[in-house]
């Protein structure tokens, strides 16, 4: 079993920073990706960011010049840095591992709301 307990979400205004942190304990296997996926209202769960174990990184097109993922591989942490924030940045933002075999596991996820 994998726990994941995230971080760092809140209210920003347009234009704003804030910073996602994700802790990841338990039986954690080598060679995992972690990563951040996030849920509007009346939306479909979408990827955020993700990052491999080598540090490869893959970002949402919306995001792409703004977030930046980072991961910590000693601490099992996965960070989520993001920048000049919208409106339709507003979600509950998930934080998720994915080990060599078996199905993903998810945070609780944190609530970030950017208003106008």
């Known amino acids: 079993q994998v726990q994941l307990a995230e971080s760092g979400g809140g209210l920003v205004q347009f234009g704003g920073s804030l910073r996602l942190s994700c802790a990841a304990s338990g039986t954690i296997l080598r060679f995992n990706s972690m990563g951040w996926y996030r849920q509007a209202p009346g939306k479909a769960r979408e990827l955020v960011a993700v990052i491999s174990y080598a540090g490869i990184t893959n970002y949402a097109d919306s995001v792409k010049g703004r977030f930046i993922i980072s991961r910590e591989i000693p601490k099992n942490t996965v960070n989520l840095q993001m920048i000049s924030l919208k409106p339709e940045d507003t979600a509950v933002y998930y934080c998720?591992?994915?080990?060599?075999?078996?199905?993903?596991?998810w945070g609780q996820g944190t609530q970030v709301t950017v208003s106008s």
């Open positions: 998720g591992i994915w080990l060599p075999r078996g199905d993903p596991y």
